[in-house]
Each structure stands twice: as C-alpha cells, then as structure tokens.
C-alpha cells in the first residue's frame, strides 16, 4: 500500500485516508474516491488529503475486517459470534484477590 498527501483533484480511484465531513455528509475513511466524492471534497474546501493506492496483492481493512469477522464465527452458533471461543458471548466477571 502506498500512502501519500495529494491535491484533492488528484486523488480518483483512491481510497480515503481518514473519514471527513463535507456539507453532504461523512466521507468515510476507506472509500474509494470518485468524482462526486472529489466534488463534496472541495466543495468543503479540503484541498489535500491523505489517500492510498494499493498495490498488487493488497487487501483493503474493510475486506480484512470481514474476513476476520468470518473466522470468529464458530461453527454451530446460528451465525451468532463466539467472541472467547468457548462459547461464553460475555467476558468473564472480574475477581478480587485478596
């Protein structure tokens, strides 16, 4: 992944490096930059920002946090997140030694 500050005309096809208000709402962190996007951009008067090109066999978060997401499914659960993998879906109640 490349991560570079470019002039907001410059920045199609890339993806967002971190989330911006505009006066048509959030741009969010990781989207991918088109025309409208640019648009809104300069409209709220960012004239730089920080992108990121990926490069080949690159993933984007957004993919790597669904996959990740996948491999804490556990198999029987009903599609419901076993987050500390014994099937407990709270963490456990802190104890007090004395």
Known sequence: MICAQLPTEDADGLL???SVNTTHGILRKGLHLSGSNID???QAGVDHNWCARLEPGD????TVATRI???NL???SGGHPQPY???V??????????
């Not at 993933?59 to 957004?62: F, K, L």
């Not at 879906?89 to 004395?98: D, E, K, N």
């Open 69 to 71: 997401a996948k491999c």
């Open 85 to 87: 993998g014994d099937g």
């Open 16 to 18: 967002l490096g971190h």
């Open 40 to 42: 809104s951009l300069k």
């Open 89 to 98: 879906t709270s963490p456990p109640t802190p104890t007090r030694r004395s």
């Open 74 to 76: 556990r198999a029987g």
């Open 59 to 62: 993933v984007d978060e957004n």
